[in-house]
């Protein structure tokens, strides 16, 4: 199935793991009980943007990757698959651009939208991506869906993309978005 996604059970590890874990907890408790001690107030506004930020991260992440998962429970590498080339990534890899037309817009959240440059040259900062990925694609790139129909897919969507096995389809031409489901789980922010 196509995108399938089954999450391993979060699992700390060695016991040492475990207690590095505990100490991060511990300390950003005291962190956020001393800001709360400064000013309840803006520990709510910590909380809301917390909470805003990831949201648009999860809406970012959902249409970014169209990648056929397996999820292992190994550390070893997988073997070597020829179908998985470059071309492979470029035709699952879509770029989500907030605005193309402002880029300065992208900014809000540090360039994360041009993925395919970012995929093309993982190494290159992500205050380079925008001249980088004009310099790879050009004006239009075929991989580029924008915001506007991805927030009209995201919404429209959003019980399906949790309860589906697949990504959806992005089509050629018109809506490119519209069956478009989009990803749940399949992100750095997800601990797999």
Known sequence: MRGMVIAAPFSCGTPAARLRVLAIVAVRLALLAALAMVSVKALLLYALAYLLFLTVLRFMDAFQHTYEL??????EAAPPDAGRDLRYEYRNTYSNLIAE?????????????????HHRR??????RLPALHRA???????????????????????????????YGTVSDAGDRAGAFLGAVGVSFLTAV
Do not use: T
């Not at 397996?70 to 550390?75: D, G, H, N, T």
């Open 136 to 166: 790879l694609y050009g004006e239009k790139d075929r991989q580029v869906i924008s915001c506007r129909e991805l927030l009209a897919s995201y919404h429209r969507h959003r019980v399906a993309r949790v309860l589906a096995q697949d």
């Open 101 to 117: 037309r402002w880029e300065w817009l992208n900014l809000l959240v540090l360039n994360f939208p041009y993925h395919n440059a």
């Open 122 to 127: 993982p190494s290159v900062p992500w205050y």
């Open 70 to 75: 397996f999820v292992s429970r190994s550390l």
